[in-house]
């Protein structure tokens, strides 16, 4: 079984349109992530939720909305997309607790190429 | 200033060499440290937990410097399989930093 999974693995649209990304993890983590990878290859956070609350939210445009209903889901929407938007974008999932710790780790998911044309 | 910071590279290497990563980062207070391994359209997975003794895995060797605040890898006997890009990840209450990755690409 997956342990983070997340879908579609390849997104083509329309500048303008609105599109979701799902994310769903098996772990049991509490904390998710989604993380932005560009053409240069350097992961940006983007958002990160605690047993679904939003802890981290980085400069990103307020037309990307996260959606966590419950811990083991963090799906990702898009509102009015732009060809700046086109990159992949990772969701992640650790196992949790606020203050972090030394068995901190993170898991992937395969990633959502997202291509605006 | 980065939180973390590597050098990208790239590193391209003959199979059988040895091959040194290193990479700083900014916090003092960062608990934890990773390197994690990313295949080209691949999600990075992680390689190897970072401890300040420093550990091995088979041809693996990680090392932390906390004095300095710097990690290294180091890669024994490369493989044409070890090409890849590695990333240096710190952890840093409850946010990991990534840094840009350093590639390399193992030479037959």
């Known amino acids: 079984d997956t342990a983070v999974s997340q879908t579609p693995k390849y997104l083509v649209t329309q500048m303008g349109n609105d599109k979701s990304i799902k994310c769903e993890q098996n772990?049991?983590?509490?904390?998710m992530y989604w993380y932005k990878q560009d053409s240069k290859k350097f992961l940006k956070i983007m958002f990160s939720?605690?047993?679904?609350?939003?802890?981290i939210n980085e400069t990103v445009p307020n037309r990307f909305s996260p959606k966590s209903p419950d811990k083991a889901h963090l799906n990702l929407h898009i509102n009015s997309l732009e060809l700046g938007d086109s990159a992949v974008y990772f969701c992640a999932s650790s196992q949790g607790g606020r203050g972090g710790g030394l068995t901190e780790k993170l898991f992937f998911g395969s990633g959502t190429q997202l291509s605006v044309l | 200033r980065k939180e973390v910071e590597q050098d990208p590279g790239p590193f391209n290497v003959p199979e059988g060499a040895t091959v040194a990563f290193n990479c700083t980062y900014s916090?003092?207070?960062?608990?934890?440290f990773f390197w994690y391994r990313q295949d080209c359209r691949k999600e990075p997975k992680l390689l190897m937990s970072v401890y300040s003794s420093g550990n091995e895995d088979g041809r693996f060797t990680a090392q932390l410097n906390r004095a300095s605040q710097y990690i290294s890898l180091l890669i024994r006997d490369s493989k044409l399989s070890d090409s890849a890009t590695y990333l240096c990840v710190v952890n840093s209450g409850n946010q990991f930093y990534f840094g840009t990755g350093t590639s390399l690409t193992v030479i037959p």
């Open positions: 916090n003092s207070a960062s608990q934890s």
């Open positions: 939720y605690n047993n679904k609350e939003l802890i």
């Open positions: 772990l049991g983590h509490d904390t």
